[in-house]
């Protein structure tokens, strides 16, 4: 058996896991332990100024939190923009994970940036840019949200 370490996407935290967790604990989930970690400013670690660190220092310090939590040959799940971070963490520890699982996730080329991976226009218009679900120039920061990350959640799991 091994860790389950679950990496959350773009405006989540590791509250984000908590359905899966609860799913996975109503049975043997074939893990020793289901680890979720957050991304500086996120989660547990709100109002960390970001203006400094780089993926790199990101990848460290998440791999220092499991260093500490003493996690060898984990399984790292990432979703959204997880993506990236994940084969950094890998690559500064490799003796820290033994699989890396992509949901979702969000895979730009070398050198783009996750805004001109998904470009400007609607999703399925463009096939050089993911796009978005609903249209920027007039969508509300509010339904931009729903639209990306709240479509099939019940009234209570949005709040």
């Not at 405006?11 to 899966?20: F, Q, R, Y």
């Not at 967790?21 to 680890?35: A, Q």
């Not at 960390?48 to 984990?74: F, H, M």
Request: with cysteine; glycine share 10%; net charge negative.
């Amino acid at each position: 058996m091994a860790d389950l370490i679950l990496l959350h996407g773009v405006e989540h935290g590791s509250w984000c896991w908590k359905p899966l967790r609860d799913e996975l604990g109503r049975g043997n989930s074939g893990f020793d332990r289901l680890i979720t970690v957050d991304m500086p400013s996120c989660g547990r670690k709100r109002g960390r100024v970001l203006s400094r660190l780089t993926l790199a220092s990101i990848a460290g310090e998440l791999n220092d939190e499991l260093r500490n939590a003493q996690v060898a040959q984990g399984i790292m799940l990432g979703h959204s923009i997880a993506g990236i971070l994940l084969p950094i963490m890998a690559l500064e520890d490799p003796t820290r994970y033994s699989r890396l699982i992509y949901l979702g996730t969000a895979l730009p080329d070398e050198g783009q940036s996750i805004m001109e991976l998904l470009g400007t226009s609607l999703h399925g218009e463009d096939p050089d840019h993911v796009g978005w679900p609903i249209e920027l120039a007039t969508a509300t920061p509010e339904e931009l949200s729903m639209a990306m990350f709240g479509q099939d959640l019940s009234e209570a799991q949005l709040a």
